[in-house]
């Protein structure tokens, strides 16, 4: 069942100064709350589930202190967006990024939550040399483009994100990780207690079937990854 409802998202359009960027794949601009002068990047995904996806993930990398952009959903022209608090920070190259530390130690964080768009691309590192993770869109049962996928109790992609053949972009992103970042990976995840899940995904204001499916798969998985330590 499709949520039915944004009551209580803000309506941005005609409010914030909106530069839109063109895209084939989506509705997206650079936008500014002139009350406050705090930047965004506003996207209007097709599938408007993918939004809360997308809060919902991000809520998730932060529970487990790992850097995200600040994120809030709003509705453009009624159309469920996401608005993602501008990170002061370069663009990334492969070169930045590849086997970064940071990356590595939010791997088992990336394989809990499917997160398949890891790449260069949705990484900044900024002027003290930290990864910020973008674009949490593709993460849960949904692909990059809202595409639906199986997001089941086992983590597949603690093996797939890691394959060169399966996920090339990944795979170079990750190099070798040492299992020191698995086990504090494994043991961080392993610390998210069940109220705590469940509190964050009813703030994601999916329908009530979608809540409680994502919720008890988060568990599962969370189990997966514990019952896959030595
Ligand atoms: N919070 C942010 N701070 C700084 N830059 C951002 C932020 N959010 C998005 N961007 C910039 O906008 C680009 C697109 O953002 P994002 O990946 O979230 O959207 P997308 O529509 O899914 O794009 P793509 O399909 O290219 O992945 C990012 O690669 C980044 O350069
Ligand atoms: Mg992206």
Request: aromatic share 6%; with cysteine; glycine share 6%.
């Amino acid at each position: 069942m499709a949520h039915t409802t944004n009551v209580g998202v803000p309506e941005i359009a005609g409010f914030w100064e909106m530069v839109v960027i063109p895209s084939q794949f989506r509705a997206a601009a650079w936008a500014t709350d002139p009350v406050s002068g705090v930047r965004y990047y506003v996207k209007t995904p097709k599938v408007s589930g993918q939004a809360r996806v997308e809060l919902l993930a991000n809520s998730l990398y932060r529970a487990l202190g790992i850097r995200v952009p600040l994120i809030t959903l709003v509705t453009v022209q009624g159309r469920l967006s996401v608005a993602s608090r501008i990170i002061p920070a370069r663009a990334s190259k492969m070169q930045l990024v590849a086997a970064h530390p940071e990356v590595q130690s939010g791997f088992i964080a990336d394989a809990w939550l499917a997160n398949w768009d890891m790449k260069s691309s949705n990484l900044l590192v900024d002027s003290d040399g930290h990864v910020w993770r973008l674009d949490q869109g593709g993460c849960l049962h949904r692909r990059a483009l809202g595409e639906p996928k199986i997001f089941g109790p086992v983590v597949t992609e603690f093996h797939t994100l890691r394959d060169s053949v399966i996920n090339p972009k990944a795979a170079r992103l990750y190099g070798t990780i040492p299992q020191s970042s698995i086990t504090a990976g494994i043991s961080s995840v392993s610390s998210l207690s069940d109220d705590l899940i469940d509190s964050i995904t009813r703030l994601a204001g999916f329908d009530s079937d979608t809540e409680g499916r994502l919720a008890l798969v988060l568990k599962e998985r969370r189990e997966w990854l514990r019952s896959s330590l030595p």
